[in-house]
C-alpha cells in the first residue's frame, strides 16, 4: 500500500484489493476536496434548474452510498437501516430527472412535415388513363 509492502495483519490474498480499496478511497478524498473548494451557491448560480437537480441527486447519492459503506465497514447490516429507504428515495427522483432530460432531448414534431412524409410515403394507384397514354407516347418513337 504506502510504499507496497505486504503487511502480515492481513491474509497476502487480500493485499491487491487493499491497494485498490485505498487508489479509490484517495481518488475519492481528491475529488470530494475539488468540489468542497468551489461554494455550493456559486456553483449553483451557473446552472440551469435541471442541471442543478441532477448535482443535487447525485450529491446525496453519493453521501448516502458512502454512508452505506461506512455502515458495512463497522459491521452494522445496511439493507437493515434507514438508509436503503433513503437510496431508493434519491434514486426514484433520479429516474424522474432522466425522465425530464430524455423529453427535452425528444424531437419536436412538426405536423406539417410529417403529413407531407406520410403522403409521399404511402403508395397511390396511377389513373387508368395515365398508364394509356404513357404506352402511346412510347410506341409512336
Request: proline share 4%.
Amino acid at each position: 500500500m504506502a510504499g507496497e509492502e505486504i503487511n502480515e495483519d492481513y491474509p497476502v490474498e487480500i493485499h491487491d484489493y487493499l491497494s485498490a480499496f485505498e487508489n479509490s478511497t484517495g481518488a475519492v478524498d481528491e475529488m470530494l476536496k475539488t468540489m468542497m473548494s468551489v461554494s455550493r451557491n456559486e456553483l449553483l448560480q451557473k446552472l440551469d434548474p435541471l442541471e442543478q437537480a441532477k448535482v443535487d441527486s447525485v450529491s446525496a447519492y453519493t453521501l448516502n452510498s458512502m454512508f452505506w459503506v461506512y455502515l458495512a465497514t463497522q459491521g452494522v447490516n445496511p439493507k437493515q437501516h434507514p438508509v436503503k429507504q433513503e437510496l431508493e428515495r434519491i434514486r426514484v427522483y433520479m429516474n424522474r430527472v432522466k425522465e425530464i432530460t430524455d423529453k427535452k432531448k425528444a424531437g419536436k414534431l412538426v405536423r406539417s412535415a410529417a403529413s407531407r412524409f406520410v403522403k409521399n410515403a404511402l403508395w397511390e394507384p396511377k389513373p387508368k388513363n395515365a398508364s394509356k397514354v404513357a404506352n402511346k407516347g412510347k410506341s409512336k418513337s
